[in-house]
């Protein structure tokens, strides 16, 4: 399985984690999305190569800051 982090800033409660959370699960491969608000890791894991670029795009849609990824 494949696993990308990325550092976001903006998550600040529970609500903005599941914001996150929903919108990337709805991506094609991804298996399973984890959002930490307090730490501002988005997990995405999936089964296949994902594509980045639409990731990153749906965090910035949904108006958060990417500022690392791992």
């Known amino acids: 399985m494949k696993e990308l982090k990325i550092k976001i800033n903006g998550m600040v409660c529970g609500g903005c984690e599941?914001?996150?959370k929903i919108a990337l699960s709805e991506i094609s491969g991804v298996e399973s999305v984890d959002a930490?608000?307090?730490?501002?890791?988005?997990?995405?894991?999936?089964?296949?190569?994902?594509?980045i670029a639409q990731i990153k795009e749906k965090i910035i849609d949904l108006g958060y800051e990417i500022i690392e990824e791992e």
């Open 18 to 20: 599941n914001r996150v």
């Open 36 to 51: 930490d608000h307090n730490t501002g890791i988005v997990t995405i894991k999936s089964e296949k190569d994902l594509e």
